[in-house]
């Protein structure tokens, strides 16, 4: 995966190709296609790494940060923007290139609605009506993702990126009467 991660990096997710990640690899394209079976199934694979990743971060911040809904936004907020951060030239490019053909849509949403859970049973216990509704998550959602990728293309600072993700998502849990 590391090579792939490479291409992606070096000349973007348009030029990673089954092909030329079993030359850049050094193996024979039997193997690759063997493994990945298709360019959607490798850019799936990256994508869920990363995910994988970004929820490990995400579940460690929460489990030790999150005593209050300030230090639970910035748990959220932080190990968000950190993650694509660590990230910044690859994971734009593949995630965008997922959102291409339906079938890989759906793994992007799976992805997101299990982030999305975690973050619901994290902030819930700090909402007035004791619930965080799908709504206001997908709203948090929508910014972290612009805010990150703002941040990896230096139109922000990753400092602004973070601040303003922890005020969004503290100002959603606080509308949640209902």
Known sequence: MGVAWT???????????????????????????????????????????????????IEQAIKENCGTLESCAKAIADGYVDCVMAQAKEIPGVAAALGTLPELEKVKRTCKTAFLKK????????????????????????????????????????????QELRATITDMVARQVG
């Open 7 to 57: 291409i992606v990096r070096k000349e973007g997710a348009e030029a990673l190709t089954l092909g030329h990640l079993a030359e850049q690899s050094g193996v024979t394209k039997p193997v690759v296609y063997d493994h990945f079976g298709t360019r959607s199934g490798l850019l799936v694979a990256l994508y869920r790494e990363f995910d994988v990743r970004q929820t490990a971060l």
């Open 119 to 162: 973050c619901q049973a994290a902030l819930a216990p700090f909402s007035p009506s004791g619930a965080v509704h799908f709504a206001g998550l997908q709203s948090m959602l929508g910014a972290a993702e612009a805010l990150s990728y703002a941040a990896a293309a230096k139109d922000i600072t990753e400092q602004q990126a973070k």
